[in-house]
């Protein structure tokens, strides 16, 4: 039951996921950061086998996919063992993105990109209206700490087992 739980919580994010809604087009500053940041990302998922949607204009739909993105995807979290599982569904739930936790363990996103990625938008923000103390300032610590953790555990894992997740 908690293996089926964890992989309905982060297959749950495909529709949703973060990494494939890109703003409208007047907001040009933060899209030209999304386009730089993200697209490197999605392309790397299509090259992989996982042929992902996205769509511009804000969070408006969820975003469909074909049914071979489903099916790659179910079929890398089947694939994981229970620590593995563990670590995806912490970082589909920190990154708000399972598609960021899958690069960030795959070893194609590094933690401080993982970081800048997860809190595009936020950080956006920020830089138009200003830091909130004990807001913004504590959810970049929560972040730091909480990915922090995942990458320190995961790489102390992949050594201990003599392998990494990876797409390919």
Request: proline share 2%; aromatic share 6%.
């Amino acid at each position: 039951e908690g293996r089926a739980r964890a992989k309905n919580t982060v297959m749950g994010y495909l529709p949703t996921d973060t990494m494939l809604f890109f703003t409208e087009e007047q907001d040009r500053i933060l899209l030209k950061k999304q386009k730089k940041h993200l697209l490197p990302l999605v392309e790397w998922f299509r090259e992989s086998g996982v042929p992902l949607n996205i769509t511009e204009g804000g969070m408006v739909n969820k975003v469909q996919h074909p049914e071979a993105v489903h099916t790659r995807m179910s079929a890398l979290v089947d694939a994981m063992d229970h620590y593995e599982l563990a670590l995806l569904q912490a970082a589909t739930l920190e990154c708000k993105s399972v598609l960021l936790a899958t690069a960030l363990l795959c070893s194609r996103l590094h933690f401080k990109d993982a970081r800048l990625v997860s809190r595009l938008e936020e950080e956006f923000q920020v830089e138009i209206w200003g830091v909130v103390e004990g807001g913004h300032d504590m959810d970049r610590l929560n972040n730091a700490v909480n990915l922090g953790s995942l990458v320190t555990f995961h790489r102390l894992y992949c050594a201990a087992v003599g392998r990494c997740l990876t797409l390919k």
